[in-house]
């Protein structure tokens, strides 16, 4: 019998699984406020106006097209936002003239919906630690569908989606990756996760070659499963024991580590596993609860290193690392 967490973390179970509570969380990624340099709640005055006066399309509060948040259409042929939520926003893409749908989020596309309205879905998840080779040649050329437009979204459309659609746009509107860096931060992209900002800073249009031989694009990923994100885990992870011992400084063996991003990067692997991969959920409540506690410990952690204070940083350093070992303790020993 699997022995259970200590009576703390077993109230936060109750709290966040049996009850239902979703707690705010410094620093989220579904957050609107903490954003790129500059940057301010998005301009509404600033939106493709042809959009905005589509006919039959309805609109939210926030002057969205319903069921497509943090909606932004760049381009006649790039837009981007969130996850489109229900029927009516696969009605509002394809009423908005969208052609193929690019998720760039772990979770599985809504293929059927998109179908039904004739869109094609492209499916090619990224972390929030910058875009791979592979996935950049991909994205790229999802841009190739018989000229028509494509819709990019993540999960709450502020961080990865937008990336992606930057780099989509230095290939098909010719913009130069300044212009991207401009559109991430119109987006809200924080600026926490470098690896993002990185790549619409470095990207270059791939040649027509190199397109040619990505091969037929993928409509759904399914996740990559708890071992092997478990794996990306203990990398982050053993970045951090690095910089801990250098009074969470970048280590000077390994100046690509910069500590506070590892922890930024820790948390969303945790927070991305209970949101996406159905080998956690199967785990059951406490288990989740694991990587609930895990992921709140990891954003303190990471506010801690970013102010320089080396106790906090050490004292919660010390709570990720007991909740791994429980967790390890319980799940995996």
Known sequence: MKRHPYS???LLSALILGLGVVLPLAGCGDTSAASGPGTAPLDRTERDVADLRVEGIE???HGDPKGLHHYIRWSKNV???AQPMGDIAFKHLAALGYKTVLSVD??????ELAAKYGLRYVHVPIGYDGIPAKAALQIAASGDNDGGPIYVHCHHGRHRGPCAAQILRIRMDGITPSTGINGLTRSGTNPAYEGLWQTVREYTVPSAEALAKVGPLPEKVVPQGLRATMVDTSARWENLKLSKAEGFQTPKDHPDV?????????????REMARTDQECKDQGEVFLAYLKASEEATIELEKAIRAGDLKASKKHFATVKGL??????DYRN
């Open 8 to 10: 703390s973390l077993r």
């Open 59 to 61: 609109y939210d509060d």
């Open 79 to 81: 837009g981007q936002g």
């Open 106 to 111: 772990g979770s599985l596309p809504e293929l």
């Open 258 to 270: 910069s500590p506070a991003h590892e922890a930024r990067m820790l948390w969303e692997l945790f």
């Open 324 to 329: 791994c070992k429980d967790c390890h303790r």
